[in-house]
Nanobody, 119 residues
Framework: EVRLVESGGGLVQAGGSLGLSCAASGLTFDDYRIGWFRQAPGKEREGVSCISTNDGSTLYKESVKGRFTISSDNAKNTVYLQMNSLKPEDTAVYYC????????????WGQGTQVTVSS
């Protein structure tokens, strides 16, 4: 059974930082792309970042470039999202997801973790 478990969410003031973790199990980690998504109340889910765990290549949503950094520790089957210079508009539930082939058709999803940025 594939499981993705997010952790690290919380409440932070604008301008602050948070780090999220996504621990994966039940899959061959190196074969997958791991993405971070977010969904704010009343809004559609949007992709934030994605990493290919085999070669480390990354993608970012334009609005988070320079503020968010995605990384992976293949020995721990874990992907991280370091979020700096947070803004109130970053407030959302953050999810990680796994896609075996590319960062565009995710098969497995975590349960989400809340990130709240106060102004």
């Amino acid at each position: 059974e594939v499981r993705l478990v997010e952790s690290g969410g919380g409440l932070v003031q604008a301008g602050g930082s948070l780090g999220l973790s996504c621990a994966a199990s039940g899959l061959t980690f190196d074969d997958y792309r791991i993405g971070w998504f977010r969904q704010a109340p009343g809004k559609e889910r949007e992709g934030v970042s994605c990493i290919s765990t085999n070669d480390g290549s990354t993608l970012y949503k334009e609005s988070v470039k320079g503020r968010f950094t995605i990384s992976s520790d293949n020995a721990k089957n874990t992907v991280y999202l370091q979020m700096n210079s947070l803004k109130p508009e970053d407030t959302a539930v953050y999810y990680c997801a796994a896609d075996q082939y590319a960062c565009d058709n995710f098969d497995y999803w975590g349960q989400g973790t809340q990130v709240t940025v106060s102004s």
